[in-house]
């Protein structure tokens, strides 16, 4: 097994988590302290023993290992940190205090993502344990993580997911971003939002790409993948792709398209935007972000939005 890792700056390093055998689809960050290791995003536990091997190519012990801080709570970024917390039982975790329950109790978890996934959930995600909830750091809006001489601030930005936070790191003058900064594959410049059921919320979104935008970091560090410092470029554009993502599956919607249709033209537009582009991602992108999922999360927000107004 190969595991590869890199170093984004000196007390940061990326670990490419190699999902599915597929390179920069998932990345957990690395970060050493004077109290232990710890890891921004944990992944699933069908890529632990890349979690672990990249620890160790970057030239530290897992069993160091001492917090993990999550985004949120989607399987491609939490679903490993019950079966992290039972094989270190120094760990603690790090989440945002909606979701902070379903990884105490993941049940609730679990069935929504069985509904999506199905047949396939073991062989994407593997175990999905609890974690303890006196193991459980409950964050706000605002608060800083204060971790052996490392200070990040959790700054709430839902949109992709009602529970989500980015954690912005002033030493480095970067933010992680989880999700809120969308998807892009190197060596690709595209953005693409991931927009899953249950909860995306569109204007939410914007509004949380504003707080992310007027920080004016140097760097956005993503969970799909990696580093990048075009912000304005990377940024406004994801602003154009939810509106124009949103205003696609609403309009065939309307001229009385079914869901599997619906997926099938978004799938189109996507190549075609891609082949455009450059180096075609698809199978990558659609790891991360599978079509299907999306129409699902923008059909379930225009419903939402329809029945409110």
């Not at 509904?115 to 193991?135: A, N």
């Given at each position: ?16 988590l190699?999902f ?10 690395l ?10 995003e944990?992944?699933?536990?069908s890529t632990?023993d ?24 989607h ?5 490993a940190a019950?079966?992290l917390?039972?094989?270190y ?19 609730a ?7 999506i996934y199905?047949d396939?959930?073991?062989?994407l995600?593997s ?33 992709h997911a009602?529970h989500h ?24 410049t595209?953005?693409?939002?991931p927009?899953p059921p ?11 790409i504003?707080?992310?935008r007027d ?41 009385g ?11 189109e537009?996507?190549?075609d ?15 991360t ?20 107004s």
């Amino acid at each position: 097994m190969t595991n590869h890792a890199e170093w984004i700056f000196d007390d940061t390093g990326l670990i490419d988590l190699n999902f599915q055998g597929t390179e920069r689809v998932i990345g957990a960050y690395l970060l050493p302290t004077s109290d232990g290791l710890a890891l921004v995003e944990c992944g699933p536990s069908s890529t632990i023993d890349h979690l672990l091997g990249g620890i160790r190519v970057l030239g530290y012990d897992p069993g160091d290992l001492r917090h993990i801080l999550v985004t949120h709570i989607h399987l491609d970024h939490a679903g490993a940190a019950g079966v992290l917390m039972a094989r270190y039982p120094n760990v603690q975790m790090y989440v945002h205090d909606v979701g902070a329950p379903h990884m105490v109790d993941p049940a609730a978890l679990i069935r929504s993502a069985s509904r999506i996934y199905g047949d396939d959930m073991d062989r994407l995600w593997s175990e999905i344990r609890p974690v303890p909830e006196d193991r459980v750091t409950v964050l706000r809006d605002g608060d800083m993580v204060q971790i052996g001489g490392r200070a990040l601030e959790a700054r709430y930005t839902p949109g992709h997911a009602s529970h989500h936070i980015a954690y912005v790191d002033a030493a480095n003058d970067s933010i992680f971003t989880g999700d809120v900064a969308g998807v892009r594959i190197p060596p690709s410049t595209d953005v693409w939002p991931p927009t899953p059921p249950p909860d995306i919320d569109i204007d939410a979104w914007h509004r949380s790409i504003t707080i992310i935008r007027d920080r004016q970091p140097a760097r956005l560090l993503l969970t799909h993948f990696g580093a990048f410092d075009d912000i304005e470029r990377h940024l406004s554009q994801l602003d154009r792709r939810l509106d124009g993502w949103v205003e696609f599956v609403g309009s065939l919607e309307r001229d009385g398209l079914d869901r599997d249709a619906i997926v099938g033209r978004l799938g189109e537009l996507v190549r075609d935007e891609m082949d455009e582009s450059g180096p075609n991602l698809e199978s990558s992108f659609a790891l991360t972000t599978p079509h299907g999922m999306s129409v699902d999360g923008l059909l379930r927000y225009l419903r939402k939005r329809r029945e409110a107004s």
